[in-house]
């Protein structure tokens, strides 16, 4: 799901009319690059296939590429509204995939990832300024 919302996300700093978004879009950027090479090192500590079986999959939450064509054709606050709209979507669904991986029991590498991704989800929607229901 995080590559998949990269590439919105480096949409941001040319389309956005808000600076307040690129900000935060920038910050999630950065995080998400740092998470996505923590997962790939317990991708690969764990010897799983380099084939991504969910790969053409959409999920919630997931940008899909009609979505990104559609961002890619947008500037200004019709940007900023379907930037916001799908990352608070992706945020959403990565704070209840990371609930359920946290209820399985799952080894201490894999739940220090999965409390950064937490942590960078929570405050993202914070500073969206909208509510994260529970606390996965």
Request: aromatic share 2%.
């Amino acid at each position: 799901m995080d590559e998949q919302l990269l590439p919105l996300l480096d949409l941001t700093p040319s389309r956005a009319a808000s600076p307040t978004l690129r900000e935060l879009t920038e910050q999630v950027r950065t995080r998400t690059h740092k998470e996505l090479a923590a997962l790939r090192e317990l991708h690969d500590a764990a010897g799983l296939p380099a084939e991504n079986p969910h790969q053409g999959m959409p999920m919630p939450g997931m940008v899909t590429p009609e979505q990104l064509t559609e961002a890619a054709a947008t500037t200004g606050a019709a940007f900023d509204a379907l930037v916001r709209s799908h990352l608070e979507a992706h945020l959403r669904q990565c704070l209840n995939l990371i609930g359920s991986l946290l209820k399985t029991g799952s080894p201490q590498q894999v739940v220090t990832v999965a409390n950064t991704m937490k942590a960078t989800a929570q405050y993202a929607l914070e500073k969206m300024g909208t509510r994260h229901s529970g606390s996965p």
